[in-house]
């Protein structure tokens, strides 16, 4: 990339970002405006599709709810994007899991990923330090449905 | 006319906005803009300030252009530009234009520029015409129709769309917003697209006053 561009995204970029890949389950922290007020949702699924660089960079996370398949895409380095936590890593072997998308139940199941025992525990340390957020979330989200 | 900065286009990029929503901006990485000579009514008959975009090597400039630098005791630059102006005396050969004064965050800007070639292409690319089926027998794929009637004109009439060079002309994005000047590096961000390829030259004017 242009090292003038570089330059500009570089202040944009975020640097506490979590290692993070397709197949892997995700939860991502969402700054939501409602009714004038903003909050944080929390929004769970597997990343389906990992694309761009820099400033441009998403993931695409499904989740399957009350039986319809929803797809967000993420502007990973947006501040509306406050934060994003690996719940679980998976191994897959594609790039893009659009298979999931004509699978339902017990065949939507990803292995999960052999990791070692420090980054395990960097995993559960992570997933633990939300847990405040997230009890918060599902209520939420309940509500915006 | 309106003073306006030469620049180069770097590239597109996104920036954030203060509500956090995603910004397409394109990085123009402005020249130096030195005035190299002012015109007035007595000498030249118009009065105007003649600009040049980028400073440049010797060996890039022939003898006379050269010539003329060496004159002015300028570093040679190039491409040179003018621009009408009802009085001249306000700017000075050697200097830069003022920058701050011309460009301003959240202004309405034209820029223009070369648009990128794209050599001899049919009537589909070039204006969007339809084309026939591929398959199923069709012989009429890609070409043009009729280009017109008969003994009756007994000609084509002017202006019909025909294949031919298409790209590589002056064009004009009107009415972009400034989303950042950085005088310092010399650099502009402007929302949305504009015309040319990556290292293009553009020149960027603020909008009729309608506008600002």
Redesign the interface.
């Known amino acids: 990339m242009n090292t003038i561009i570089k330059e500009i995204e570089a202040p944009l970029l975020k640097s506490n970002l979590p290692k993070f890949d397709v197949g892997d389950t995700v939860k991502v922290f969402v700054k939501i405006v409602e009714g004038g007020k903003e909050r944080t949702q929390g929004y769970e699924g597997v990343i389906i599709k990992h694309s761009g660089h820099g400033v441009g960079e998403t993931i695409t996370v499904r989740r399957v709810f009350q039986g319809i398949g929803i797809e967000r895409v993420f502007l990973v380095h947006s501040p509306r994007v406050e934060k994003i936590t690996v719940q679980r890593r998976g191994q897959v072997r594609r790039a893009k899991l659009y298979y999931l998308r004509e699978r339902t139940g017990k065949a939507t199941r990803i292995k999960e990923k052999v990791v070692s025992r420090k980054e395990k525990e960097a995993l559960a340390q992570a997933k633990a330090a939300p847990a405040k957020a997230a009890d918060k979330a599902p209520a939420a989200e309940a509500q915006a449905q | 006319m309106r003073l306006g900065l030469m620049g180069k286009k770097?590239?597109m990029?996104?920036?954030?906005d203060k509500n956090?929503?995603?910004v397409p901006v394109t990085?123009v990485?402005l020249g130096e803009n030195i005035v190299t000579e002012t015109k007035t009514k007595e000498k030249h008959g118009y009065t105007a300030v003649q600009v040049g975009g980028f400073k440049v090597k010797e060996k890039k400039l022939n003898k006379p252009e050269l010539g003329a630098f060496k004159k002015k005791e300028l570093a040679p630059m190039e491409p040179l530009k003018e621009y009408r102006v009802d009085d001249v005396s306000s700017y000075k050969v050697g200097e830069a234009l003022p920058l701050e004064t011309i460009l301003t965050e959240g202004m309405k800007v034209d820029v223009r520029g070369k648009s990128i070639g794209k050599g001899f292409q049919g009537t589909i690319k070039r204006y969007n015409a339809g084309r026939g089926p591929m398959s199923h027998g069709s012989k009429f794929h890609r070409s043009m129709g009729s280009i017109g009637a008969g003994t009756t004109p007994g000609r084509v009439v002017r202006g019909l769309h025909m294949p031919g060079h298409m790209g590589d002309d002056n064009t004009c994005a009107r009415k972009l917003t400034v989303v950042r000047v950085d005088a310092e590096?010399g650099?502009l961000?402007v929302k949305g697209a504009i015309p040319g390829a990556?290292g293009g030259l553009v020149v960027v004017t603020p909008s009729i006053t309608k506008w600002n």
């Not at chain 2, 990029?13 to 954030?16: G, H, K, L, S, Y």
């Open positions: 770097v590239g990029t996104q920036v954030f956090g929503l995603a990085v990485k590096k650099l961000l990556k």
